[in-house]
């Protein structure tokens, strides 16, 4: 099946943590991207990349970091300096330039 | 003010009746325009994408955009329950050679049986 694979689908992270996010696609697509959405406030873009190796900050990037290390992959790491991390995190890809499709989400819970 | 807004709702309506949802954007070089719908708990999906003036049908599914006064709104016709969940409008921005999407918060979407 062609599409776009995050996980894990829950994950739990205690104060002072790093964690990652898994993001796969098989859709040949140039860019990929994460998003952090919030109850009341959207989907906000945290980082997104074009091509492999480079990747550029989006709206919320502080507290986060990614790699682009091959062209189906784009794994998210929140940070322990990510203050807030509980949300609903989206990846997505697209050819470059055009419609962005959504991964099926991941819901990251600090205890 | 924010880039896109929505009204958050709830926008209720009767199964049968024609849904509109409604969004107005800050940039007015803004190229492209997107509505998806999410469930709740769920990943947002595309319904539709409209680049230029006017309107755009796709089944039960109409798109509107207005350029000049920087608005885009999304007609559902013959509303199911099947169609209650939260619509987002979301408008691209170039960043380069990619196409970077702003979202609106979205507009909580009803239908009564």
């Known amino acids: 099946d062609g599409g776009i694979t995050q996980s894990p689908k829950y994950l739990f992270r205690k104060e002072g943590q790093n964690v990652t996010l898994s993001c796969e696609q098989n859709l040949n697509h140039d860019a990929m991207y994460w998003y952090r959405q919030d109850p009341g406030q959207g989907l906000r873009l945290i980082y997104y990349s074009q091509i492999v190796n480079d990747f550029q900050k989006g709206d919320i990037a502080e507290g986060y970091s990614v790699s682009r290390e091959k062209k189906e992959s784009f794994p998210l790491t929140v940070t322990s300096a990510q203050k807030n991390p509980t949300a609903f995190y989206l990846c997505?890809?697209?050819?470059?330039?055009?419609?962005?499709?959504f991964g099926e989400g991941s819901w990251l819970t600090v205890v | 003010q924010k880039e896109v807004e929505q009204n958050s709702g709830p926008l209720s309506v009767p199964e049968g009746a024609i849904a509109s949802l409604n969004c107005t954007y800050s940039?007015?070089?803004?190229?492209?325009f997107f509505w998806y719908r999410q469930y709740s708990g769920k990943s947002p999906e595309l319904i539709m994408f409209?680049?230029?003036?006017g309107d755009k049908e796709d089944g039960r599914f109409t798109a509107q955009l207005n350029k000049a006064s920087q608005y885009v709104s999304l007609l559902i016709r013959d509303s199911q329950p099947s169609d209650s969940a939260t619509y987002l409008c979301?408008?691209?921005?170039?960043?380069?050679?990619?196409?970077?999407?702003?979202f609106g918060t979205g507009t909580l979407l009803a239908v009564q049986p």
């Open positions: 979301a408008v691209g921005k170039r960043s380069g050679a990619t196409n970077k999407l702003i």
């Open positions: 997505a890809s697209s050819i470059t330039g055009n419609t962005i499709y």
């Open positions: 409209i680049y230029s003036n």
């Open positions: 940039d007015r070089g803004s190229q492209s």
